[in-house]
């Protein structure tokens, strides 16, 4: 085993959710193997042909990890360990913050084919293709933004890609709470609401906070000087102040920290993917590996 690669104790909880041989022969040979490459890539950030020998043909490694980013795989065995994760009561849903992070694009993240890509073997495309590749360009070159949900481990619950200069953060938080879905073990409808929602100024705006009075969760959003005035302004229309807990507020570095830690894998902190469907594979997988950690 590398350093990186997933432990026997982590890999037991991987195992069960990976897709399994169907029909004769068998489809797929390792996963095991496979996905340490696919690990050691998104930890160093190299490309796909200077994989280590260790990993096998860096064509089956990339191909499965582009393979699965664009069938959902990825996504379905983040939402079963989150499921094993709730079942063992590991999931901390009393104060769940939304924040963003920026992501320098690589000038080989540039060019991509202005023709939609296809699922292998299907005739769709991917689910997170984006007619913009998630690729904007702002004042320091190519950019990606990342809007991230956390729970109270300092996990993703949830997240949305978006290119970097695409509007600002308020408008993302409704779609990146969305997000959370938390199968059950027991079965039923996914988990879907948290107990209270925290950020920053950037996500203050009628239409968040209205949002979730109406899903009857609980917010610590401060409000910022200007909409303070305006709402004074209006006198008795401009409704009610908006209450603020600092005691509640602080635990919003949690969400800090868990960037901090995704962004610790170099293909994450600089994104090297031409296709944003792709992009939002990697980032998947280094939520499962936070996931898999022990407490």
Not at 265 to 283: E, P, Q
């Amino acid at each position: 085993m590398g350093r990186g690669d997933p432990s026997d104790e982590e890999w037991a909880r991987l195992e069960p959710h990976l897709p399994a041989n169907r029909g004769r022969g068998g489809r797929w040979k390792c996963h095991r193997r496979v996905i340490n490459g696919i690990l050691f890539r998104q930890r160093t950030g190299l490309p796909w042909r200077d994989l280590p020998p260790c990993s096998g043909s860096w064509k089956t490694v990339h191909d499965r990890h582009r393979r699965w980013s664009a069938d959902g795989t990825w996504e379905r065995i983040l939402r079963a360990v989150q499921t094993d994760a709730d079942a063992e009561g590991r999931i901390d849903r009393s104060m769940v913050s939304v924040d963003s992070t920026t992501c320098r694009a690589h000038q080989h993240a540039a060019g991509a084919s202005t023709r939609a890509p296809k699922i292998p073997g299907r005739c769709r495309s991917p689910a997170r293709h984006r007619p913009d590749e998630a690729l904007g360009r702002s004042r320091g070159g190519l950019t990606s933004k990342i809007h991230l949900a956390r729970e109270g481990g300092r996990r993703p619950l949830g997240f949305v890609i978006t290119p970097g200069q695409c509007g600002g953060d308020a408008p993302q938080m409704i779609p990146v709470l969305e997000e959370i879905r938390v199968p059950r073990q027991a079965g039923g409808r996914p988990r879907t609401r948290p107990d209270h929602v925290g950020g920053d100024k950037a996500y203050s705006s009628g239409r968040n906070r209205r949002h979730l009075r109406r899903r009857q969760i609980k917010h610590t959003i401060p409000e910022p000087r200007d909409q303070r005035a305006n709402r004074r302004r209006r006198g008795s229309q401009g409704g009610r102040p908006t209450g603020f807990d600092k005691a509640i507020y602080r635990r919003r570095n949690e969400v800090e920290r868990t960037i901090n830690r995704l962004k610790t894998s170099r293909a994450i902190a600089t994104r090297f993917d031409k296709r944003a469907y792709v992009f939002h594979g990697t980032v998947t997988v280094a939520a499962i590996r936070l996931w898999l950690r022990p407490e």
